[in-house]
């Protein structure tokens, strides 16, 4: 890990595919008008960072500072500046922002497909800024959100180690859990119990649905039992079916959710499903290969409705965080932050990844600040 020893802002920097994570000091950035620089408390290593790592994300600008989800406290703004809500951005405030900007509201996808996570324009941070663009990222001490970031403050009853649990994965399983239109009495399994799955399991408990989760690491079942979840143990028997119909009394579930990223789950997650049911897709956000299904059994007979979940929009992230703000949040009602979290100081980013890859924690934290 390579340190340089001017006195900015520290930040990890991915330079490319396969290359280790490295810190570097950074300038600290000039604030221009309607801009907010922030002093990072956490940010996270979801999955996509892994993929990030290993080139399996198309248009990545290497080199990067990663980390798209953080909260922080307020450094210093650029004037008068708001939050999505109308309240006024103060220097000392916690907050957070949607790392999706720069979508530009004007083009077919935003206007004529209501689709705009699928907006050209669209940026995220530690996506797709390169860190010669400056701090935005959250593996940093600080990160400088633009003029065009939608900021909010986190309510009272939302720790920043809360937030940052649910991290990305919240708002994801918002917009999944949407997408399956997901109601009272339905039967839902979700296949994966990394921070997606496990997010997606408490959308989707919150509404109305018997929840069970399916999974084969130890590490990961255990965080969904804690939870207070139903599983389906992958490490015993590799027939989710059986598993499931001997759960439910031979029921099939009325919507199954994706959220392993593994292309083999898909034909198992679909064999899941009830006739005209719904199969949501979520765990691949970056291209992790093929699986092949047959399209009169799997689809067609079936009746089935396949449905993808590309990105979120502000409104997954600002529901996303109304449930984090719920007493009684899990159906165990243990704290996620307490379930799920292994906190990493910044310099230990490299073992956070890879305990990530190898799927040893469930949700890695990185504190930025940790000689705070
Ligand atoms: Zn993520
Ligand atoms: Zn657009």
């Known amino acids: 890990m390579v340190v340089t020893n001017n006195s900015g802002p520290l930040a990890a920097v991915l330079t490319g595919p396969g290359e280790p994570i490295t810190l570097h000091n950074f300038a600290k950035p000039n604030v221009k008008r309607g801009e907010v620089l922030l ?59 949607l790392d999706v900007h720069a979508t530009c ?10 689709a705009p996570t699928k907006c050209p324009s669209r940026k995220v941070y530690g996506v797709s800024h390169s860190s010669n663009e400056g701090l935005l990222g959250g593996w940093s001490e600080m990160i400088l959100l633009q003029n065009d970031v939608a900021i909010t ?37 979700v296949q994966g ?10 959308v989707a408990y919150h509404s109305g649905a018997r929840v069970l989760i399916a999974d084969k690491s130890t590490v990961r079942l255990e965080a969904a039992h ?14 989710a079916q059986s598993l499931l119909e001997y759960a439910t009394q031979g029921q099939r579930a009325d919507v199954v959710i994706e959220a392993t990223g593994s292309p083999s789950a898909i034909q198992s997650g679909i064999s899941l499903v009830r006739d005209a049911g719904r199969y949501v897709v979520v765990g691949h956000y970056s291209d992790a290969g093929s699986t092949t299904i047959n399209p009169h059994l799997d689809i067609n007979k079936k009746h ?14 600002h529901k ?19 379930a799920m979290t292994t906190i990493y100081p910044l310099h230990e980013v490299n073992k956070a990844l890879s305990d990530v890859r190898e799927r ?11 000689g705070d």
Not at 74 to 82: C, H, I, L, P, S
Not at 193 to 202: E, K, R
Not at 322 to 338: F, N, Q, V, Y
Request: a negative charge; charged letters at 15%; one cysteine or more.
């Open 39 to 97: 002093h990072t408390m956490y940010s996270e290593v979801c999955g996509t960072d892994v993929h990030i790592q290993q080139g399996k994300l198309a248009g990545v600008p290497y080199p990067i500072i990663p980390g798209h989800f953080a909260v922080g406290t307020v450094e210093e703004t650029g004037g008068d500046v708001q939050s999505v809500s109308g309240r006024p951005i103060i220097r000392g405030d916690i907050v957070t922002f």
């Open 304 to 317: 089935l409705e396949i449905l993808g979940t590309w990105g979120v929009e502000y409104i997954h992230f």
């Open 153 to 189: 403050h986190l309510p009272e009853n939302v720790s920043p180690l809360r937030f940052i649990a649910g991290g990305c994965a919240m708002p994801t399983a918002v917009h999944a859990v949407e997408r399956g239109k997901v109601g009272l009495g339905d039967i839902v399994v």
């Open 193 to 202: 119990a990394g921070p997606v799955g496990l997010c997606t399991g408490i």
């Open 320 to 338: 996303a965080i109304g449930l984090l703000a719920r007493k009684e949040l899990t159906p165990s009602g243990i704290k996620i932050e307490d």
């Open 105 to 114: 509201h004007r083009c077919w996808q935003c206007q004529v497909n209501k």
């Open 226 to 239: 804690t939870l207070g979840f139903e599983v389906l143990d992958l490490s015993t028997s590799d027939n």
């Open 360 to 370: 040893r924690v469930v949700k890695a934290v990185i504190c930025a600040n940790s």
